[in-house]
């Protein structure tokens, strides 16, 4: 038996308009592990600025994050939902964490490499340290499973290496202040469902993304109906009939990805999606998925927009998360302190 109990943690970036990809590869699975986990959803606005936010966007983005949460039926009565920077403790264990992290475990992150693209001498000091910053969000409440999109694998195997270090090098320390020497928990990335790399409806070879630059690319949280058919209309595909068994999508992005996409919406399987529309073509697909994405999209983005009409209501739930959330980020602290031997 672990000494920690489940507890799951995780976090959206409020750094432009919410996707399908968010929905599909996060926020739509928050909801059930709030049955059998205490919760803990985070809207990072300290990783929103390692690339510039201008400071109103930053707010509204913060809004709507938390509005999608609500929405989509995260309960902040029985869970925690709160935004980072109103929580302290972060900014100090992601400093302590830049501390543990080596320089070649940060440059191997592929996600930096992706952002910092030719630019890496001029981007800023914060992309770089992001996930450190990352693992502090997770251990600061010892969270033991993080749902997450694929994208956000290597981040959580950093984290799993910031943890373990941290055992390593205080090792001697954790147990002379009397606690396990496992001190933080290892946690586990829950990467699962049909739609866990939502890719962009132009080009199979590009994850579906809150920057890019097509909206046609891109079914944003906020789309209304119609816009959600049409793009789903002009989304790259291909000319075969869909195949009857999932093997048969193998090599075929698109359609592999409009077939996850309506599988992850309809909770269902891929599998249970070809059964009934193996040798259709998109011509008849495509219509029923749009049909499908109104009927599950339109009535959250109605909720979100009932949210984000009151933003005093919102920013109500964000201080009261933030206070729960602090009361078990400052024990951790203490703790790491002690360990680290800081003199409090
Ligand atoms: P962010 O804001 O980029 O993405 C939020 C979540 O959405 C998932 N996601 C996708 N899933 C499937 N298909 C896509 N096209 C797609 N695009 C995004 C991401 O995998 C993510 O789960 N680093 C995190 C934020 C973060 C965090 C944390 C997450 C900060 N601290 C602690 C978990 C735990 C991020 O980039 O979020």
Same mark, same amino acid.
């Given at each position: 038996?672990?000494?920690?109990?489940?507890?799951?943690?995780?976090?959206?970036?409020?750094?432009?308009?919410?996707?399908?990809?968010?929905?599909?590869?996060?926020?739509?699975?928050?909801?059930?592990?709030?049955?059998?986990?205490?919760?803990?959803?985070?809207?990072?606005?300290?990783?929103?600025?390692?690339?510039?936010?201008?400071?109103?966007?930053?707010?509204?983005?913060?809004?709507?994050?938390?509005?999608?949460?609500?929405?989509?039926?995260?309960?902040?009565?029985?869970?925690?939902?709160?935004?980072?920077?109103?929580?302290?403790?972060?900014?100090?264990?992601?400093?302590?964490?830049?501390?543990?992290?080596?320089?070649?475990?940060?440059?191997?992150?592929?996600?930096?490499?992706?952002?910092?693209?030719?630019?890496?001498?001029?981007?800023?000091?914060?992309?770089?340290?992001?996930?450190?910053?990352?693992?502090?969000?997770?251990?600061?409440?010892?969270?033991?499973?993080?749902?997450?999109?694929?994208?956000?694998?290597?981040?959580?195997?950093?984290? =799993? !290496?910031? &943890?373990? #270090?941290?055992?390593?090098?205080? $090792? *001697? /320390?954790?147990?002379?202040?009397?606690?396990?020497?496992?001190?933080?928990?290892?946690?586990?990335?829950?990467?699962?469902?049909?739609?866990?790399?939502?890719?962009?409806? =132009? !080009?199979? &070879?590009? #994850?579906?993304?809150?920057?890019? $630059? *097509? /909206?046609?690319?891109?079914?944003?949280?906020?789309?209304?109906?119609?816009?959600?058919?049409?793009?789903?209309?002009?989304?790259?595909?291909?000319?075969?009939?869909?195949?009857?068994?999932?093997?048969?999508?193998?090599?075929?992005?698109? $359609?592999?990805?409009?077939?996850?996409?309506?599988?992850?919406?309809?909770?269902?399987?891929?599998?249970?999606?070809?059964?009934?529309?193996?040798?259709?073509?998109?011509?008849?697909?495509?219509?029923?998925?749009?049909?499908?994405?109104?009927?599950?999209?339109?009535?959250?983005?109605?909720?979100?927009?009932?949210?984000?009409?009151?933003?005093?209501?919102?920013?109500?739930?964000?201080?009261?998360?933030?206070?729960?959330?602090?009361?078990?980020?400052?024990?951790?602290?203490?703790?790491?302190?002690?360990?680290?031997?800081?003199?409090?």
């Amino acid at each position: 038996m672990s000494q920690f109990s489940p507890r799951v943690f995780s976090g959206i970036k409020p750094s432009g308009d919410l996707t399908l990809g968010n929905y599909l590869g996060a926020i739509k699975r928050f909801v059930p592990l709030q049955k059998t986990h205490a919760c803990i959803y985070c809207v990072v606005d300290l990783h929103a600025i390692t690339v510039w936010q201008d400071p109103k966007d930053l707010k509204q983005a913060t809004y709507e994050v938390a509005a999608a949460y609500l929405a989509a039926g995260v309960d902040p009565a029985q869970h925690i939902i709160f935004n980072q920077s109103q929580v302290l403790q972060h900014a100090e264990l992601g400093w302590i964490f830049n501390c543990v992290a080596r320089m070649g475990w940060m440059q191997r992150m592929t996600q930096f490499k992706d952002k910092a693209g030719k630019n890496a001498q001029n981007v800023s000091l914060g992309l770089f340290a992001y996930p450190s910053l990352m693992a502090a969000d997770i251990l600061l409440y010892k969270a033991t499973h993080v749902p997450v999109g694929e994208d956000q694998k290597q981040h959580l195997e950093l984290t =799993r !290496d910031i &943890a373990q #270090k941290f055992n390593n090098d205080f $090792a *001697s /320390s954790i147990r002379s202040n009397g606690f396990d020497e496992n001190y933080f928990p290892m946690p586990e990335p829950v990467i699962a469902g049909p739609a866990t790399r939502v890719l962009s409806l =132009r !080009d199979g &070879a590009k #994850k579906m993304s809150k920057s890019d $630059a *097509s /909206s046609m690319a891109t079914i944003y949280m906020l789309d209304d109906g119609d816009a959600i058919a049409k793009k789903i209309k002009k989304a790259k595909s291909d000319p075969e009939p869909l195949p009857g068994e999932v093997d048969g999508l193998e090599g075929r992005l698109e $359609a592999a990805n409009l077939v996850g996409i309506y599988a992850a919406l309809s909770d269902t399987s891929p599998q249970d999606v070809l059964d009934q529309f193996g040798g259709q073509g998109f011509g008849a697909f495509k219509p029923a998925l749009a049909e499908v994405a109104v009927a599950q999209l339109a009535p959250i983005a109605e909720e979100m927009r009932r949210y984000l009409a009151q933003p005093d209501e919102i920013e109500r739930i964000l201080a009261e998360g933030a206070e729960r959330a602090s009361q078990i980020a400052s024990e951790t602290m203490k703790e790491v302190r002690d360990i680290v031997g800081f003199v409090s």
